[in-house]
């Protein structure tokens, strides 16, 4: 005998829905546990769990480059340092 | 600690590592006299000239006054740091100029990342080196002069920001300006990490897009290596709140980064 479609159906969204439950749980608490300095990577959800894991992957490299990437110092026009001396003359600062 | 934990700069960053060792810098707290008592003020603190100076020490109009002997405040050959420090809290508008160009690409990039915007960024540059002419003689040497303007600088923004109305309603709700979803799905799309997308162009342009709060949190920890307590205290929010904003900041700008890395992969 086969199993009704709508059976199936309601299988796979339960047995999505339950990954679901896991993945949220885990990312809920992920700002608390990376706040305290806790490693993620020897969660036993990441280890079965590529979604966490290629969220947590992204999220450390997007941090990474924008530490090598925006530090970099730009210049401010040279008019800006006339402005300054103006205000300074006219009593602003 | 992983780098999601570990706040930027920290190591590379001297300004920084005063904080760390508990030094706050916090230029409102600064209120003892003036180091470097020195005869050779050109600019009285009010910020006129006085005529008795010789013309070299007069306002200094070049700002490419950097640790050369014609600018130098005492009419030396060499000037510490320290000396020109000296100087221009003794009211020596050359020792003023040399600190501006000492400091100005610092204090404009950090505006430019906390505001996104060239023309805020360059008022607000205008503004804290105006302040830091005004409370300059409050600097007592506790921390280090850059962590010190650093914080100031910090501190200007912040106002500039609570006028523009984030007083208006409390921090957390305007640092929070959408609720939770579920758990991210992402797949489909490319793993960011993998197709290397993400040139300086494009960071910044995603960071300038995000939200001011969440701007501000991923900035502040992220790129100038403040510490959850530490943001706390300059947004005067919890250090919970801190931490779930960052996180949240971090989501956006993974959600920001990740839309341009699917048109390219659409292609």
Redesign the interface.
Known sequence: MTEPQELKLDRKHAARDFADSDCAEFQANMPERIGAGEDLQTDPHMLTCERCRSLVRELEYIVEVARQLMPAEEEPRDELWANIQLAIERGDA | ?????SP??TK?NPAIADLESGDSGVPELCSNPPQGESASNS?KQ????DDSQSDDKK?E?S?RAEHSEKASPNGGAETTDAEILAAAQSGN?AA??QL?SLH???V??LC??MLGNVAE??DL??ES???L??KIATFRGDSAFSTWLHRLTINVVLMHLRRKGLNLISLDEALDPSP?T??????GAP???LTGS???MT??KA?ESLPAGYRLI??LH??EGYE?NEIATLLDCS??N???Q???A??K??EA?RAPAVEEMAK
């Open positions: 600690m992983g780098i999601l934990n930027g700069l590379s600019l009010d910020g006129s000239a306002i109009t700002t508008h003023f100029a501006y100005k690409r610092r404009y990039s430019l990342r960024a360059e540059t205008q080196f105006l302040q002419h005004r939770e579920g758990p991210t799905r992402s797949f793993d960011l990490r993400i040139d300086r960071l910044e960071v991923f900035v992220d790129i959850h250090i919970g801190s931490k779930s960052l996180h949240k971090r989501m700008l993974r980064l």
